[in-house]
């Protein structure tokens, strides 16, 4: 047996070491993730967060229903891989968690800014979950005060997120931001949520050389023909969409920029994903910084009434399975890094740590709300406590979670708009999320492997 990855260190610290009654039966716990590869067989907690390459008998331990205490189990007993058979794993997970929160006492000082330039967009998309909002946009002087609000609030590191609207259409504001930023000294990376259609070469060039710019996420609803009837552009200059955004792709690759494609899939684009995914690895298949993965439209518009049937979500969830399964096998889906840390919050909306900034100057905590439930604003801070308190509350766990490998890492608010679209979870949810899980220990392994060698 060999520890790869250490213990997280609160869990761990609250834990100790679990006591031992030679002769009793034990079970793994069902946080316990065993995972097969070329050579190797590794067991990952997502309790503790400990990795472990085990040899083949400590795998048989690990793989079985039930095991009887003896020098055998004793390492597995003591570090919780392995625990009582009437013993409750969620009822532990929930006490760990619930008693973190209470000395995980936040500073006040924030680390991700998700800033919305403007909420105008240069596309039309159908589907748009801003759709009939009003237009605005950040001036140079609001930009100018948001920069001192980040400077006033902000961690000695910080992530700037790019959001819209389509926020290249007030790249300006980026500029003044990471402009005042830089030379306040602060370390900071940048993210963005783009249609990727205004990244010519003076762009990607401010992006890397004074937006600090590591990744772009980029929709994408399907090839050619499908693409550009979705999108429907406001321009009108006889250029292809499609090739715009491709040809733009390339130009971020090409500045070491990452590019994660998110394809927005509903029944009329399933079939044309397909082709699309293979134009897509056929084009950009060779390179690292470039990932896939595939998203389900829950609903059309943004009218009450406009979500899908329970039936038909079903279905829908099926091509969604679908479409996974064929990026994961041509290996374009992005694989998250094992967590160092137990998961505390869902997004930003119930981080201590996070805001967004509206392009007037409010303050909120969901990139789903810009009109509404603003916080404070960039001028007198965070005022509205109750509304932040609001974004905190859980929802409770469900008979689907007993036994689900990623519960500890599992956080869901009531108030999340996605979660009062899509529901709590299902069986085709909690397959993908412990896929994942699956493919981030593998990975962890492979590399680790890899750079032992």
């Not at 298949?285 to 990932?291: D, L, N, T, V």
Request: net charge negative; aromatic share 10%.
């Amino acid at each position: 047996m060999k520890t790869i990855k250490d213990a997280f260190k609160h869990v761990t610290g609250l834990l100790g070491e679990q006591d031992i009654s030679i002769g009793s039966e034990y079970r793994p716990i069902s946080f316990c993730a065993l995972v097969s590869g070329d050579g190797y067989r590794a067991a990952y907690n997502s309790l503790t967060g400990v990795l472990l390459l085990l040899d083949e008998a400590e795998f048989t331990i690990l793989n079985s229903e039930k095991v009887v205490a003896d020098d055998s189990t004793d390492w597995f007993i003591k570090n919780w891989f392995l625990v009582p058979v009437a013993h409750d794993d969620m009822q532990l997970r929930n006490e760990i968690v619930d008693f973190i929160r209470t000395i995980n006492v936040s500073d006040g000082k924030l680390r991700t800014y998700t800033i919305f330039t403007t909420t105008d967009c240069n596309a039309r998309c159908f589907y748009c979950f801003e759709k009939g909002r009003k237009y605005l946009h950040m001036s140079d002087e609001i930009a100018e005060d948001a920069a001192v609000y980040i400077l006033r609030t902000c961690m000695d590191k910080i992530n700037l997120s790019w959001f819209g609207g389509e926020p290249l259409y007030n790249d300006s504001a980026i500029d003044i931001i990471t402009d005042r930023v830089r030379a306040a000294g602060i370390e900071f990376n940048s993210t963005m949520v783009s249609n990727a259609y205004l990244f010519d070469d003076e762009i990607v060039k401010r992006a890397v050389e004074k937006w600090n710019l590591k990744r772009v996420q980029v929709t994408l609803d399907g090839t050619e023909e499908v693409y550009n009837k979705v999108k429907a552009y406001i321009y009108n200059d006889g250029r292809s969409p499609y090739k715009v955004v491709l040809d733009n792709i390339d130009r971020l690759l090409d500045a070491g920029i990452s590019v994660n494609v998110r394809l927005n899939m509903d029944n009329y684009n399933y079939e044309n994903l397909k082709l699309l995914i293979d134009e897509l690895y056929n084009r950009f298949g060779s390179e690292k910084k470039f990932a896939i993965y595939s998203n389900m439209l829950f609903e059309i518009s943004s009218q009450p009434g406009s979500c899908r049937s329970e039936i038909e979500r079903k279905e829908l969830e099926q091509k969604w399975m679908d479409l996974e399964e064929r990026i994961f096998k041509l290996g374009k889906r992005h694989i998250k890094a094992l967590p160092s840390s137990i998961s505390l919050n869902q997004c930003m909306a119930d981080s201590e740590n996070a805001v967004t900034i509206l392009p007037d100057g409010h303050l909120g905590k969901c990139e789903h709300h810009t009109e509404d439930r603003f916080i404070g604003d960039i001028y007198s801070g965070i005022t509205n406590t109750n509304e932040v308190e609001l974004f905190k509350v859980r929802v409770d766990s469900a008979p689907i979670c007993k036994g689900c490998k990623i519960y500890p890492s599992c956080v869901r608010i009531k108030e999340c708009t996605t979660l009062k679209i899509s529901g709590m979870c299902d069986e085709s949810t909690r397959y993908h999320r412990e896929k994942m899980l699956y493919q981030s220990i593998a990975k962890y392994v492979e590399d680790y492997i890899s750079k032992s060698e």
